[in-house]
């Protein structure tokens, strides 16, 4: 098989290798804040660093970028660790910008020695006017030239807690006059009263993301710091901090590729925190949620996401991406892995009336077609069995070929049955089906050879087992969900009825004991998942995915197409 092309990124790591930049050395880095639970974009930049560094057999730091006090938490650490991990990667070192307090700090007082670096007392909204803007070139602050002595001193005092936020911040003196805004002397250090959740109450500056971030790359000796495009234009500022400070070369890299997006989907922890916190969802794991938590619960295999990240690739393009190719990833892996059940979701009840009363035959059903080695297992038949409510139609519209009065189908593993007779409450609602089957037909097959053109599934009434099935739709209505006219909060593009609870389904007796995280193929209906809300008296099942596209299956049906 030809090797896969090789991304921008790979090249230029072979490149750095071949003229050994980093004496052979790749070390990359994955560097979540802690303010929020991962999402799928985060996988996309775990599974592109920690796989660089597998590749190249070089190594991968988990690197908590914990620096702002105000927004971070040791539960969002946890979470992050364990979905890393179940995602399937290990990362060497486990690493914290926090711990780097001390060196940064040093690294600020050698700047300001260096007098590349000033205590700026402009008030927050002076600073942002003197700066200026694409068009206007930014105002020097009148405080931009301190002396050595008084901004050491000042810094220091800043440290101490002797002023309050917004009364001084400590800059980088570069160019107020460059194009690129982030050089016009970036704030290194801010004033936050706030207690660390890692530092106590040790520190009352924190460093800036700019400040923080290569410097933490060159302490732990990374060569490759991969980041997204956002960040191309903080580059030159990477590279002046490294150099200012003095940090030994080679320094870290950075590389800036396109950011995941996904149709129908928001990626971005601040509005994921709206969803959780204005109740939109049940909670950070809720399987609507585009989270690595949430995507579990619903049942998505690791493996599909892995495939999923490597299929789309890098680039340095920004380009929205189908949520489909997602779904048919995780379809992919669960086509092959997934054990075959029946179950049924809307039950309408079926007696066979020449089936004699009290027998029961224990019919061979297939684990998995797909896959040899997964064998079968046998499934009760009796008199009265359930099948979906959808599977009939008293009226049946051309081409549908299920089961109508008078008409024969095949029941999976079973037999052939015919509909004889339909009895309806007094809403006149169909609420019983009165069949005959031919015993000649067991196995799916006429020895007369006649044909029937459809294959339903179903569930004998007395061995079901009652089960809550949540089927979830997109979580928002439109495809790019923030897209909406000034002033309106976008909120509104949230689909009310991303979420239908079915109960009660009935399922197939060898699910009985199903548990939380286990994954099944209900045959014709999709793939499944017991929830973690499970118990063994009510189980619970999400739906992870449909079969098919219903989307695409939509569309064919309006060609008239439905089967
Ligand atoms: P958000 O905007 O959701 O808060 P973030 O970029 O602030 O995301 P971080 O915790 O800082 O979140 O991100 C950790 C790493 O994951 C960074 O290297 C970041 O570039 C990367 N990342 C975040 N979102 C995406 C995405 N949508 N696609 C690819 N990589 C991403
Ligand atoms: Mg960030």
Known sequence: MAEAPKNFIERIIEEDLEKSTYGGRVHTRFPPEPNGYLHIGHAKSIVLNFELAKKYGGKCNLRFDDTNPLTEKQEYVDAIKRDVKWLGYEWDEERYASDYFDRLYEFAVTLIKKGLAYVDSLPPEKIKEYRGDWNTPGRESPYRNRSVEENLELFERMRRGEFKEGECVLRAKIDMRSPNMNLRDPILYRIIHAPHYRQGAKWCIYPTYDMAHGQSDA??????????????????????LLKAIGLPEPHPKQIEFARLELTYTVLSKRRLIELVEGGYVAGWDDPRMPTLSGMRRRGYPPEAIRRFCREIGVSKVNAVVPLERLEECV???????????????????VVIEN????????????NNPEDPNAGTRKVPFSRV???????????????????????????????????????KDEKGEVVELRCTYDPATKGGKAPDGRKVKATIHWVSAAHAVDAEVRLYDRLFLKEDPTDVPEGVDWKTNVNPNSLEVLYPCKLEPSLAGAKPGERFQFERLGYFCVDPDSTPERLVFNRTVTLKDEWAKLKQKTRGEAA
Request: aromatic residues 14%; proline residues 9%; charged residues 30%.
């Open 219 to 240: 302490i732990e000796g990374i060569t490759h710091s991969i980041c997204t495009l956002e960040f191309e234009d903080h580059r030159p500022l990477y590279e002046w």
């Open 331 to 349: 379809r992919d892996v669960l086509n092959k892995t997934a054990p075959r059940r029946l179950a049924v979701l809307r039950p309408l009840r």
């Open 355 to 366: 089936y004699p009363e009290g027998q029961v035959e224990w019919l061979d059903a297939l």
């Open 385 to 423: 069995i359930y099948i979906e409510r959808d599977d009939f139609m008293e009226a049946p519209p051309p081409k549908f070929y299920r089961l109508a009065p008078g008409r024969e189908v095949r029941l999976r593993y079973a037999y052939f049955i015919k509909c004889v007779d339909v009895v």
